[in-house]
């Protein structure tokens, strides 16, 4: 039927149609502008059915010039179409997907076949109601109707136009799950027409350079030989260029060299601007990169930034050492407390013991001269203390009075 030779498959795709079952559907197979009327002849066929769609206005699905009608499309019309448009000397094929789903009794829409649109936080922006573009012309089609979440869009942020709904002042909050419906009527009938959207809403990227947030002109210190990592985090606009330059040369990022750069690390911050990160890669610091600055550089279309980081040989860290010597003095201390504590006595006896055993006779004298006729009073005494008794009465010279001993005639005994 058509010069194979010159056949080129499916030169256009043209977009999926999404329709639930029972509605109307229009697709315009698209023209090139240099085409004219009579030129050419275009036909449109189902993929796999080598009958052309019937031209006849009272078929369900026919051929109106350009566009294949459904009124309504059915569950079986879905799979892929395509038109052939041929002239004297060559053709063409353009093909498109169509999908006819079932709605479910109860369910106001069907997120499976929504159609997703993206739009921008800004003063206005316009929603459209897909695959309506061909009933637009049509005088028998009803106004539009916009529902959000299964509620009618209210109030004055919320304008139509033609089919398309505008929403003023547009917030992060708008997204979500759109309806458009309308009522179209043909040869006498009338079709409901609904369309589901899911609307994405993005924040409108500022217009001003990229900010780095690290590194900002500062230093760190690396041993010697040591591998170091070092982040270029950069939050701005879509499509600026971020890199390392040392020295003033550009550090290369597919070269792996002992130091070199990777590829993009993209996120997204919390006002919803785009986030890369650069990594800068020493893999052994040699002494030639202290004190050189590495610089992150940072463009797009407003501007340029740039910031440093300057790495330094590591110095000893004098505090750990005097924290841990302060340590061991207090643990020291808490030690030796506790041996005074419980050995109190012991060592004031070993001390008594000691000096007394050093002291000439003179100084011994001394003790006694002082006025005093005893050194000590003592009111109870353990047999076990006999012999601390004598130690500080024969060998100190100590003058103590033993209760039991001293108080009454006849009573003193060792």
Same mark, same amino acid.
């Given at each position: 039927?058509?010069? !194979?030779?010159?056949?080129?498959?499916?030169?256009?795709?043209?977009?999926?149609?999404?329709?639930?079952?029972?509605?109307?559907?229009?697709?315009? &197979?698209?023209?090139?502008?240099?085409?004219?009327?009579?030129?050419?002849?275009?036909?449109?066929?189902?993929?796999?059915?080598?009958?052309?769609?019937? =031209?006849?206005?009272?078929?369900?699905?026919?051929?109106?010039?350009?566009?294949?009608?459904?009124?309504?499309?059915?569950?079986?019309?879905?799979?892929?179409?395509?038109?052939?448009?041929?002239?004297?000397?060559?053709w063409k094929k353009m093909c498109t997907k169509?999908?006819?789903?079932?709605?479910?009794?109860?369910?106001?829409?069907?997120?499976?076949?929504?159609?997703?649109?993206?739009?921008?936080?800004?003063?206005?922006?316009?929603?459209?109601?897909?695959?309506?573009?061909?009933? *637009?012309?049509?005088?028998?089609?009803?106004?539009?109707?916009?529902?959000?979440?299964?509620?009618?869009?209210?109030?004055?942020?919320?304008?139509?136009?033609?089919?398309?709904?505008?929403?003023?002042?547009?917030?992060?909050?708008?997204?979500?799950? @759109?309806?458009?419906?309308?009522?179209?009527?043909?040869?006498?009938?009338?079709?409901?027409?609904?369309?589901?959207?899911?609307?994405?809403?993005?924040?409108?990227?500022?217009?001003?350079?990229?900010?780095?947030?690290?590194?900002?002109?500062?230093?760190?210190?690396?041993?010697?030989?040591?591998?170091?990592?070092?982040? &270029?985090?950069?939050?701005?606009?879509?499509?600026?260029?971020?890199?390392?330059?040392?020295?003033?040369?550009?550090?290369?990022?597919?070269?792996?060299?002992?130091?070199?750069?990777?590829?993009?690390?993209?996120?997204?911050?919390?006002?919803?601007?785009?986030?890369?990160?650069?990594?800068?890669?020493?893999?052994?610091?040699?002494?030639?990169?202290?004190?050189?600055?590495?610089?992150?550089?940072?463009?797009?279309?407003?501007?340029?930034?740039?910031?440093?980081?300057?790495l330094k040989p590591r110095v000893p860290d004098?505090? *750990?050492?005097?924290?841990?010597?302060?340590?061991?003095?207090?643990?020291?201390?808490?030690?030796?407390?506790?041996?005074?504590?419980?050995?109190?006595?012991?060592?004031? !006896?070993? @001390?008594?013991?000691?000096?007394?055993?050093?002291?000439?006779?003179?100084?011994?004298?001394?003790?006694? !001269?002082?006025?005093?006729?005893?050194?000590?009073y003592v009111l109870y005494t353990k047999s076990?203390?006999? =012999?601390?008794?004598?130690?500080?009465?024969?060998?100190?010279?100590?003058?103590?009075?033993?209760?039991?001993?001293?108080? !009454?005639?006849?009573?003193?005994?060792?």
């Amino acid at each position: 039927l058509f010069p !194979l030779e010159k056949c080129e498959a499916y030169d256009v795709m043209l977009k999926q149609s999404l329709v639930p079952d029972g509605q109307p559907l229009a697709i315009k &197979c698209s023209l090139e502008k240099s085409l004219k009327s009579g030129d050419y002849n275009l036909t449109w066929y189902k993929v796999g059915n080598q009958k052309a769609v019937p =031209r006849d206005k009272l078929s369900r699905v026919h051929q109106q010039k350009d566009l294949i009608w459904f009124l309504p499309a059915m569950l079986e019309d879905s799979g892929d179409y395509e038109c052939v448009i041929r002239n004297l000397t060559s053709w063409k094929k353009m093909c498109t997907k169509v999908t006819v789903f079932e709605r479910i009794d109860g369910l106001c829409l069907n997120k499976k076949f929504a159609v997703e649109e993206v739009i921008f936080t800004s003063s206005s922006a316009k929603v459209v109601c897909p695959h309506l573009d061909f009933f *637009r012309k049509e005088k028998n089609i009803h106004p539009v109707r916009w529902y959000k979440d299964c509620q009618l869009l209210e109030g004055k942020r919320f304008v139509l136009s033609n089919s398309d709904l505008i929403i003023f002042n547009v917030t992060v909050h708008d997204r979500g799950n @759109y309806t458009c419906e309308t009522t179209y009527t043909y040869n006498g009938k009338q079709y409901n027409i609904s369309r589901d959207i899911s609307l994405i809403v993005e924040l409108t990227p500022p217009k001003k350079p990229p900010e780095i947030t690290y590194p900002r002109n500062n230093s760190i210190e690396v041993e010697l030989g040591s591998q170091v990592t070092v982040d &270029c985090n950069t939050t701005g606009a879509d499509g600026y260029d971020v890199y390392w330059t040392g020295n003033g040369v550009y550090i290369d990022v597919f070269y792996m060299s002992r130091i070199f750069a990777t590829s993009y690390e993209g996120e997204t911050t919390y006002d919803g601007r785009p986030m890369h990160s650069v990594k800068l890669v020493i893999s052994e610091v040699s002494s030639e990169d202290y004190e050189q600055p590495f610089v992150c550089q940072a463009s797009n279309a407003f501007g340029q930034v740039a910031s440093y980081i300057i790495l330094k040989p590591r110095v000893p860290d004098i505090r *750990r050492w005097l924290t841990g010597g302060l340590v061991s003095l207090l643990i020291l201390t808490f030690i030796t407390l506790i041996i005074y504590k419980i050995f109190k006595i012991d060592l004031v !006896l070993w @001390y008594r013991n000691s000096v007394c055993a050093l002291t000439s006779k003179e100084e011994m004298f001394m003790f006694v !001269l002082d006025g005093k006729i005893y050194d000590a009073y003592v009111l109870y005494t353990k047999s076990s203390e006999g =012999r601390s008794i004598y130690v500080l009465e024969k060998q100190c010279g100590y003058n103590l009075f033993i209760l039991g001993r001293d108080d !009454l005639p006849g009573e003193g005994m060792l």
